[in-house]
T-cell receptor, first 116, second 116 residues
Framework: GESVGLHLPTLSVQEGDNSIINCAYSNSASDYFIWYKQESGKGPQFIIDIRSNMDKRQGQRVTVLLNKTVKHLSLQIAATQPGDSAVYFCAENILPLYNQGGKLIFGQGTELSVKP | KAGVTQTPRYLIKTRGQQVTLSCSPISGHRSVSWYQQTPGQGLQFLFEYFSETQRNKGNFPGRFSGRQFSNSRSEMNVSTLELGDSALYLC???????????????FGPGTRLTVT
């Protein structure tokens, strides 16, 4: 069935280090991927997205890499800060067909813990 | 601009009862999606509405239903509640146009439903 999975459920890094969160996806029908950050007691917050016609996209302190050959997605956070501590989800946007809307398929999430 | 709002934030129900959750999207957003989040299953897509029409549906039983009003506000209903329905129910809105591929979604804080 449809699935977007994460390699590691938890990740602990020192403040100031770079973080890399990985994600594997199985549905090759989608061409749009998103990373979300979810803090305790809040809904997921959009971080960055990428289309399948790109292999890299950069935002503020974050970079998303897409490898379609091995169906792998990663999120890199530069100079990780305590405020980055949260659960990170990758999500795959299933293309709309005919008159259907798109839907997001989420991975299980990786909990990032930043040590001061 | 106000974000996505969901009411109530917390709810306790008993098995067999039914529940209605409400979601007000960001002003101007016409697409509303609903997700169920549990520790075991993660974030799972329930359904999506656009202009009062359900465009897409996840793999949930018929006890889960929803609707959207002309002002884009949406409600979801769960009938004959089961213990396994205990979850965080998240609503997300987007500016998705009809058949638009990219649909960045903005999430609300969720409604925490506990079934006893």
């Amino acid at each position: 069935g449809e699935s977007v999975g994460l390699h590691l459920p938890t990740l602990s890094v020192q403040e100031g280090d770079n973080s890399i969160i990985n994600c594997a996806y199985s549905n090759s029908a989608s061409d749009y991927f998103i990373w979300y950050k979810q803090e305790s007691g809040k809904g997921p917050q959009f971080i960055i997205d990428i289309r399948s016609n790109m292999d890299k996209r950069q935002g503020q302190r974050v970079t998303v890499l897409l490898n379609k050959t091995v169906k792998h997605l990663s999120l890199q956070i530069a100079a990780t800060q305590p405020g980055d501590s949260a659960v990170y989800f990758c999500a795959e946007n299933i293309l709309p067909l005919y008159n259907q809307g798109g839907k997001l398929i989420f991975g299980q999430g990786t909990e990032l813990s930043v040590k001061p | 601009k106000a974000g996505v709002t969901q009411t109530p934030r917390y709810l306790i129900k008993t098995r067999g009862q039914q529940v209605t959750l409400s979601c007000s999207p960001i002003s101007g957003h016409r697409s509303v999606s609903w997700y169920q989040q549990t520790p075991g299953q993660g974030l799972q897509f329930l359904f999506e509405y656009f202009s009062e029409t359900q465009r897409n549906k996840g793999n949930f039983p018929g006890r889960f239903s929803g609707r959207q009003f002309s002002n884009s506000r949406s409600e979801m209903n769960v009938s004959t509640l089961e213990l396994g329905d205990s979850a965080l129910y998240l609503c997300a809105s987007s500016l998705t146009k009809w058949l638009d591929v990219k649909s960045e979604q903005y999430f609300g804080p969720g409604t925490r439903l506990t079934v006893t």
